[in-house]
């Protein structure tokens, strides 16, 4: 289940100044070796040592693959690519050079197949979080305060009025998270 909290723009001059947007919350980040137990537990005939030495393995050749130029597809994952960071602009051709106009790179990540936002938004669940103390979650088996929202199956925004009367946010205003503040950079 997606857990969302309601946040208020309060930049001025911001085109969405007062506005209110969702936003997801983020209850755990799992590392790789989370990830090679919670594989392993699915019914695996593999040990969480061997998936974590695979996926171990994996990264560093895409890595390798994206260091020489390729760009790697994990179907249902993402299509990993590098990008350059720019720092300025040259006004000439001739005026380039890679250390006073390039800042590093950077590592991109479009999703494919089955983690595409369209097929996201067909099976997942939102329901507005409560607001927590620091460190701690929400109690998944109680049930949603009718003052706070209640669950959204399909991802489908349903027009709603949503915790203390603001409007539910129903379609993608500015970024590919529908974070408002995140205005789109044309990576």
């Known amino acids: 289940m997606v857990r969302y909290i309601l946040q208020q723009i309060k930049i001025n001059g911001h085109k969405y100044f007062g506005g209110w947007f969702a936003k997801n919350v983020v209850e755990e980040t799992i590392d790789l070796d989370g990830l090679a137990e919670h594989m392993s537990n699915h019914n695996s005939p593999y040990s969480k040592g061997v998936i974590k030495g695979l996926l171990t ?20 994952l993402a299509i990993f690519s590098l990008g350059i960071k720019n720092k300025v ?48 979650s929400p109690d998944p088996g109680t049930s ?15 027009g709603s ?15 590919d998270d529908n974070d408002p503040i995140d205005e789109p950079n044309g990576d």
């Open 57 to 76: 393995d994996m990264i560093s050749c895409i890595k390798e693959l994206l260091l020489e130029g390729k760009n790697v597809k994990v179907d249902d």
């Open 89 to 136: 602009m040259a006004l000439k051709e001739e005026d380039f050079t890679v250390s006073k106009n390039i800042s590093g790179v950077k590592l991109k990540a479009r999703a494919t197949g089955d983690l595409m936002s369209k097929n996201l938004n067909l099976e997942a669940t939102l329901k507005r979080a409560s607001l927590l103390a620091p460190g701690t």
């Open 161 to 175: 009025q949503t915790g203390g009367g603001q409007p539910s946010q129903g379609g993608n205003t500015a970024g």
């Open 144 to 158: 949603p305060n009718p003052s706070q929202g209640g669950e959204q199956g399909g991802g489908q925004p349903s």
